[in-house]
């Protein structure tokens, strides 16, 4: 029991309301900032994938699948810095995986291409 009683202590002791309080205002400006700046990119790309959607004709209805790939594309081309080759292979697998759901493959190709500039993959 020695052990639970000092683990219970060393987590009370890590756990100080007062030092986390301190410690997220002084981030929360950047915080913020970094938040607004992420979700105004996402929502630019988003509204780029259902722009070339209208032109497309998908139904309205089926927009939730193809933004879901957009957004799969978006958070490895920003959060996991993809580029390059590395991109192109990773969103050619995701655009089968799409495909095998019953995705229009030339609509998403063309979200691949025209919203995230990644080219084909050669065969």
Avoid: C
């Avoid at 029991?1 to 009370?12: E, L, P, Q, S």
């Avoid at 981030?27 to 259902?50: F, G, T, W």
């Avoid at 958070?75 to 229009?104: Q, Y």
Wanted: charged fraction near 30%.
């Amino acid at each position: 029991m020695a052990d639970v009683t000092r683990r219970i202590a060393n987590w009370d002791v890590k756990f100080n309301v007062e030092r986390v309080k301190s410690v997220l205002d002084e981030k929360r400006a950047a915080m913020l900032e970094h938040y607004v700046d992420a979700m105004v990119k996402l929502a630019s790309m988003e509204n780029k994938v259902k722009q070339l959607l209208d032109a497309a004709g998908v139904i309205d209805i089926n927009y939730v699948w193809y933004i879901d790939f957009a957004r799969q594309l978006y958070r490895l081309n920003r959060t996991r810095e993809m580029s390059g080759d590395s991109f192109a292979l990773a969103s050619d697998i995701l655009l089968e995986k799409w495909v095998a759901r019953g995705m229009i493959r030339e609509v998403l190709a063309s979200i691949r291409s025209q919203v995230f500039g990644s080219p084909e993959v050669p065969a």
